[in-house]
């Protein structure tokens, strides 16, 4: 977690306060370049604007990649098959513990621990526990939790989180390059200016640089109002019209290769840290347990990387 273990020095806490916008115009920073890539980085993995996300995040994307001044970033793990790779390792150690299908609706806390209301193929289930960890995302607590809404222990709302669309371009053939300077298709590939995240290539890891390949699109709504409001008014038909429209940009070629277009409606993908949530009262407190709840998941870092959703589950299940 990173505020567990970085600095909690004044002038470190004291970048959350701001936002990244404002620390790079404080320091003299005017490269439109610049505040193109930061911005880029924000939305990446914040799903947030430059000047809406929190300078000690702003930051921490780029610090936490390297050890120290002066050395190379750290290399990327990454598998084709994401986070499911590490998910299927561990339910492999525990797997005669797991239940799956069982969706729970309540959480009933008691003196003696907690009553767990689940639905199991369309019947309703009760299980009497000791102690429950709560995995979910933070801000799902007052619909689950009985009692959590008449006495908040912590303002579950304020852990936002941004809503984006992904699209699965299935094609037929790769762009062929336009120019002779063009940079080879990379497993991540960004469109300067765009307010997209661009696209990975789905099928770089199989090491063929030559015909079908799945690529995925990711779009960020931060630029809009009330951008989860308009995703969901939004249909697939609009929606792969962006796709494809934005991809043109770099691939004129896009609509004769796609052959076919899945897209999904993420209404909460990755936590937000605004300025003041990583180091608020509310993502503080939401750290203690609630009665016999403990709460384990990546928003309690302000954060969404893996790394920090392992570091709360252990800190829960030590507390457990």
């Known amino acids: 977690m990173p505020s567990a273990l970085g600095s909690d020095d004044a002038e470190v806490t004291a970048l959350d306060k701001i936002s990244f916008g404002d620390w790079l115009r404080e320091k003299g920073f ?54 499911g790779r590490f998910v299927r390792h561990m339910a492999e150690a525990v797997r005669e513990h797991i ?45 689950v939790i009985r009692g959590f809404s008449e006495r908040p222990p912590f ?21 062929k390059p336009r120019f002779s300077r063009d940079f080879p298709l990379a497993w991540d590939n960004v469109i300067y200016e765009s307010p997209s995240l661009g696209y ?24 809009e109002t009330d951008g989860r409001t308009k995703l969901l008014n939004y249909d697939w038909r609009e929606l792969a019209d962006v796709c494809l429209t934005d991809i043109a940009r ?18 909460h993908a990755m936590i937000s840290p605004t300025p003041g949530f990583i180091w608020g009262d509310d993502r ?3 750290l203690e347990p609630y009665r016999n709840i403990h709460f384990a998941h990546t928003d309690l870092s302000g954060i969404a990387l893996f790394e920090e959703a392992f570091y709360h589950g252990l800190r829960a299940a030590e507390a457990v």
Not at 116 to 129: A, M, N, Q, S, Y
């Open 30 to 83: 005017t490269s439109e370049r610049l505040f193109w890539y930061c911005d880029y980085a924000c939305r990446d993995d914040y799903g947030l604007k430059l000047d809406q996300t929190s300078a000690w995040a702003g930051l921490f994307y780029f610090c936490s990649r390297v050890r120290k001044s002066g050395d190379e970033s750290q290399p990327f793990i990454t598998f084709s098959e994401g986070n």
């Open 99 to 143: 239940k799956t299908s069982h969706a729970v609706v309540s959480i009933v806390p008691t003196d003696a621990g907690a009553d767990l209301i689940c639905l199991v193929e369309g019947k309703f289930l009760g299980f009497k526990t000791k102690k429950v960890i709560y995995a979910s995302p933070i801000f799902t607590a007052p619909f």
């Open 200 to 223: 990975v290539n789905a099928t770089h890891q199989k090491g063929i640089d030559h015909g079908a390949t799945v690529w995925t699109y990711y779009y960020p709504m931060c630029h």
């Open 155 to 175: 303002n579950a709302p304020a852990f936002h989180s941004n809503s984006w669309f992904v699209a699965n371009l299935h094609m037929k053939d790769r762009p």
């Open 284 to 286: 503080r407190k939401a």
């Open 250 to 267: 770099a691939h004129p070629e896009i609509y004769e290769l796609t052959e076919r277009i899945d897209i999904m409606r993420w209404g």
